[in-house]
């Protein structure tokens, strides 16, 4: 299975807002609205931020969304903060009932 | 309160079998799926496989055949065994919790435990 597309890199100066992409296929993405979404610090395990593509676990700030077009699924952070500089990976079930990560996204904030 | 601590050594030599234990606190390893993810030093996400105590368990293709996972209910564990390792094996290893009833995230994560690969 080929891991999801994401971009490398994003940035955005603080207060803005910045939408990190992850494309997959009908067979992951597209088939399925099992996305979820985690961000990831220097040396710390993943925290879930989004699953079912836009639903957000207690305790996630509310500047974090995510939504799904065809086979592309989309984290927005809004208001970006320092805080949120960090290591950003989309995940989705797959037709094979296997998980795949996405290929992950560095976010700057400027 | 949910807690996953890997545990297992931290060097593995080459052609060996590596294993890892994840015991789970807070929680009866019985009520969900869990899932072994890794990550090379500087790379992205790996998924290695979930399992589910009943025996229902799933692998990445890419490891299917050196992987298995296990749970023990009695306790609180799962397991991973990866056999004929090589230096491309060397990661953190991470357990989590698939805390979906139909569908797939993982909202649970040990802190995660380094495996090196080398002579």
Known sequence: ?110 | QVRLQESGPGLVKPSETLSLTCTVSGVSISSYYWSWIRQPPGKGLDWVGYIYYSGSINYNPSLKSRVTISVDTSKNQLSLKLRSVTAADTAVYYCARDGSTSGWFLDYWGQGTLVTVSS
């Not at chain 1, 970006?80 to 500089?85: F, G, I, S, W």
Request: net charge neutral; charged share 10%.
């Open chain 1, 1 to 110: 299975q080929s891991a999801l597309t994401q971009p490398a890199s994003v940035s955005g100066s603080p207060g803005q807002s910045i939408t990190i992409s992850c494309t997959g296929t009908s067979s992951d993405v597209g088939g399925y609205n099992y996305v979820s979404w985690y961000q990831q610090h220097p040396g710390k395990a993943p925290k879930l931020m989004i699953y079912d593509v836009s639903n957000r676990p207690s305790g996630v700030s509310n500047r974090f969304s995510g939504s799904k077009s065809g086979n592309t699924a989309s984290l927005t952070i809004s208001g970006l903060q320092a805080e949120d500089e960090a290591d950003y990976y989309c995940s989705s079930y797959t037709s094979s009932y296997t998980g795949v990560f996405g290929t992950g996204t560095k976010v700057t904030v400027l």
